[in-house]
DNA sequence: GCCAACGTTGGC
DNA sequence: GCCAACGTTGGC
């Protein structure tokens, strides 16, 4: 059974754009430092499951692209990398913290805007339209998934 | 820049 | 285990 999740990236680091024009239309989704996410990655997502490509903390926040998993989870280095953003001084190698998948986009698609998802009824319950949600990776619901889906259309 | 909401840290 | 302080997220 395929999942389907929201995954949240600030297009100043990487746009759907900038996926679309890596090798694959693939990037490695590093700089999760949240363990409920690195969980999802970990033990609910497979290769094939559906996300949703969204921008965050930017001027118009939304989705932007159809993508899907392509990758197991795996060590992320850049947790070891004393110049990255990301470097985390208390993890050690033998035991990695911090986890990514690779996301390959599919296709991008026109913003559907925050605004847009909030005025939807049928999305009333997705996870990231809750107040103070933050989570940078959410789970969606088969049913949701579908009317954003068809919202696109 | 503001600020509400949340997660993490660390003293006790 | 509690909880205050702090740092971060992210929309506006």
Redesign the pocket.
């Known amino acids: 059974m395929k999942n389907y999740w929201l995954m ?1 990236s ?1 297009p100043s680091e990487v746009s759907v754009d900038d996926a679309l024009a890596a090798p694959q239309a693939t990037v490695a989704w590093t700089g999760v ?4 996410a690195r969980n999802f990655m970990r033990d609910a997502m497979r290769v094939g499951d559906g996300v949703l490509f969204y921008h ?3 001027a118009a ?1 939304g989705v932007v692209g159809i993508a899907q998993v392509a990758s197991g989870a795996y060590t992320d280095p850049t947790q070891f990398d004393a110049q990255s953003p990301y470097f985390d001084a ?1 993890s050690q190698p033998e035991a990695p913290r911090w986890l990514l998948v690779e996301v390959q986009v599919l296709r991008k698609t026109r913003n559907l805007s ?2 847009d998802l ?1 005025a939807d009824a049928a999305l009333q319950d997705l996870l990231v339209l ?7 990776i959410t789970p969606v619901e088969p049913q949701h998934w579908q009317r954003i889906l068809q919202l696109l259309e």
């Not at 430092?33 to 409920?36: C, D, E, L």
């Not at 809750?130 to 940078?136: C, E, F, N, Q, T």
């Open positions: 949240k600030e430092r949240n363990y409920q965050s903390s930017c926040p208390a925050l605004a909030r809750k107040k103070g949600s933050r989570l940078s």
